[in-house]
């Protein structure tokens, strides 16, 4: 193997990292947890960005931007190679809490829910499901402060309706997002009280509780699945999947020799359009990217000509060609689990890559010795998209797409193959760092 990732060992860590990020907040804090373990060191956007080369990374909300510049500055120069950038997504499709979510009905409290992104809804009923997300509080002197809560408990479940009452459902279940899939969570003469229960979840009177971020996370644990175990059933593998290999991938390439300044950006927002102060189509990479080139002792000039030798790899899932739908499939781009990451192309910009971006993630895994396939939809099939069209627009910078294979996309509970993060990782390490 020409690469350092052990298969066994990658798995286990995706699993663990899915696990323990039920939301954008908690995967950022997640991967800050393994980024500081390796001797990043945290930024905050308000101070002034470190000249001194370094590796930092910096968290807005839910997305988080990592880099180093020990290779591209050790000639204290701006960089004149400019930056290899991984990109990923922290979001996934859930349902999420309203702001006055507590109803009473036919005896049971239920909790309304806003869809977020486009899941797969009937994955989502009849599962135990928890909550998490983020809390704002009230401070001392008119500040804000926020508060992170993850409650692995079941407290809820979306219950789907008896055969015996609608005897059709086999024949294509119709699920009305505002009927149909309010969860409950308790039973009672009054509704329940969400204010009271996150006030419990983060120890602040819930007078102090000025507004939140909740969604709802299914608690069965993630693990290993088929008859060599050689599969992982989990839920957000779209796309905490590549967020994990790019942490991983980034923590490896800083141990090399660095011609580049590496870049990981996790973007939250990309299930619903990545407008927003976060997502991929807002300043955080070139902010950062310019940042990066001007605390170095760089011109603005600097960084439009670092950003002319940048190659931008987006990582995001890709379709698995599933055994009982093989027709809905492109017949010769066929694409298998465990193996090897999958290089993303559409004509009409769907997914960013053209042949060049193509050409960087070749050599990437050729250079870390894992196969590669080629994905592309059935021409009379619409085409799914990431952020890397917005990020190659917003830089200029050449910009491949590519992901890891999975099946049931944006079901609550996805399945990979166990072997693909630590062939993932070791692409997208390559990929940061590659060799003259
Ligand atoms: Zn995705």
């Given at each position: 193997m020409a690469h350092p990732f052990d298969p066994d060992t990658e798995a286990q860590g995706l699993i663990d990292f899915v696990d323990s990020s039920p939301t954008p907040f908690h995967a950022c804090v997640r991967a800050a947890a393994l980024l500081s373990e390796a001797g990043l060191t945290e930024v905050d956007e308000s101070d002034a960005f470190p000249t001194e080369p370094g590796a930092h990374f910096l968290i807005r909300g839910g997305s988080l931007i990592a880099w180093d510049t020990r290779g591209a500055y050790a000639a204290g120069s701006?960089?004149?190679?400019?930056f290899r950038v991984v990109g990923a997504h922290t979001d996934s499709p859930n349902l999420r809490i309203k702001p006055n979510p507590d109803r009473l009905k036919a005896g049971w409290q239920t909790l309304g829910v806003e869809v977020y992104g486009g899941p797969l809804l009937n994955s989502w009923l009849d599962r135990d499901l928890g909550l998490a997300g983020r809390v704002a509080v009230r401070g001392g002197a008119g500040r804000v402060e926020s508060r992170l809560f993850h409650d692995t408990a079941p407290l809820l479940r979306v219950a789907q309706l008896a055969i015996h009452l609608d005897?059709?459902?086999?024949e294509g279940l119709t699920l009305n997002r505002q009927q149909h899939l309010e969860p409950l969570w308790g039973l009672g003469d009054s509704p329940g009280d969400v204010r009271g229960y996150l006030s419990e979840q983060?120890?602040?009177?819930?007078?102090?509780?000025?507004?939140w971020d909740v969604m709802t996370h299914p608690v069965e644990p993630s693990r290993r699945l088929g008859r060599r175990s050689e599969l992982i059933a989990a839920p957000r593998l779209d796309n905490l999947a590549t967020s994990y290999a790019g942490v991983r991938a980034f923590v490896e390439a800083t141990r090399s020799e660095l011609r580049h300044v590496p870049v990981l950006v996790l973007f939250d927002h990309e299930e619903v359009g990545s407008t927003s102060e976060r997502g991929a189509m807002s300043t955080l990479l070139p902010s950062v990217l310019e940042r990066i080139v001007l605390a170095g002792g760089g011109t603005r000039d600097d960084y439009w000509r670092a950003l002319s030798s940048t190659v931008i790899a987006s990582g995001d899932m890709a379709h698995a060609t599933h055994p009982n739908y093989a027709d809905r499939h492109e017949p010769l781009h066929h694409i298998a689990v465990n193996a090897g990451p999958v290089l993303k192309v559409n004509a009409n910009l769907r997914?960013?890559?053209d042949s060049l971006g193509a050409a960087a993630f070749q050599l990437a895994c050729e250079q870390a010795g894992v196969p590669m396939q080629s994905f592309v939809v059935r021409t009379d099939l619409p085409s799914g998209s990431t952020v890397g069209p917005m990020t190659s627009a917003l830089t200029g910078a050449t910009t491949v797409d590519f992901g890891a294979p999975v099946l049931s996309m944006h079901s609550a509970r996805e399945l990979c193959g166990a072997e693909d993060p630590a062939m993932y990782a070791a692409a997208l390490s390559a990929f940061l760092a590659p060799l003259p």
């Amino acid at each position: 193997m020409a690469h350092p990732f052990d298969p066994d060992t990658e798995a286990q860590g995706l699993i663990d990292f899915v696990d323990s990020s039920p939301t954008p907040f908690h995967a950022c804090v997640r991967a800050a947890a393994l980024l500081s373990e390796a001797g990043l060191t945290e930024v905050d956007e308000s101070d002034a960005f470190p000249t001194e080369p370094g590796a930092h990374f910096l968290i807005r909300g839910g997305s988080l931007i990592a880099w180093d510049t020990r290779g591209a500055y050790a000639a204290g120069s701006a960089p004149a190679a400019g930056f290899r950038v991984v990109g990923a997504h922290t979001d996934s499709p859930n349902l999420r809490i309203k702001p006055n979510p507590d109803r009473l009905k036919a005896g049971w409290q239920t909790l309304g829910v806003e869809v977020y992104g486009g899941p797969l809804l009937n994955s989502w009923l009849d599962r135990d499901l928890g909550l998490a997300g983020r809390v704002a509080v009230r401070g001392g002197a008119g500040r804000v402060e926020s508060r992170l809560f993850h409650d692995t408990a079941p407290l809820l479940r979306v219950a789907q309706l008896a055969i015996h009452l609608d005897r059709e459902q086999n024949e294509g279940l119709t699920l009305n997002r505002q009927q149909h899939l309010e969860p409950l969570w308790g039973l009672g003469d009054s509704p329940g009280d969400v204010r009271g229960y996150l006030s419990e979840q983060i120890r602040v009177p819930a007078a102090d509780i000025l507004g939140w971020d909740v969604m709802t996370h299914p608690v069965e644990p993630s693990r290993r699945l088929g008859r060599r175990s050689e599969l992982i059933a989990a839920p957000r593998l779209d796309n905490l999947a590549t967020s994990y290999a790019g942490v991983r991938a980034f923590v490896e390439a800083t141990r090399s020799e660095l011609r580049h300044v590496p870049v990981l950006v996790l973007f939250d927002h990309e299930e619903v359009g990545s407008t927003s102060e976060r997502g991929a189509m807002s300043t955080l990479l070139p902010s950062v990217l310019e940042r990066i080139v001007l605390a170095g002792g760089g011109t603005r000039d600097d960084y439009w000509r670092a950003l002319s030798s940048t190659v931008i790899a987006s990582g995001d899932m890709a379709h698995a060609t599933h055994p009982n739908y093989a027709d809905r499939h492109e017949p010769l781009h066929h694409i298998a689990v465990n193996a090897g990451p999958v290089l993303k192309v559409n004509a009409n910009l769907r997914y960013a890559t053209d042949s060049l971006g193509a050409a960087a993630f070749q050599l990437a895994c050729e250079q870390a010795g894992v196969p590669m396939q080629s994905f592309v939809v059935r021409t009379d099939l619409p085409s799914g998209s990431t952020v890397g069209p917005m990020t190659s627009a917003l830089t200029g910078a050449t910009t491949v797409d590519f992901g890891a294979p999975v099946l049931s996309m944006h079901s609550a509970r996805e399945l990979c193959g166990a072997e693909d993060p630590a062939m993932y990782a070791a692409a997208l390490s390559a990929f940061l760092a590659p060799l003259p």
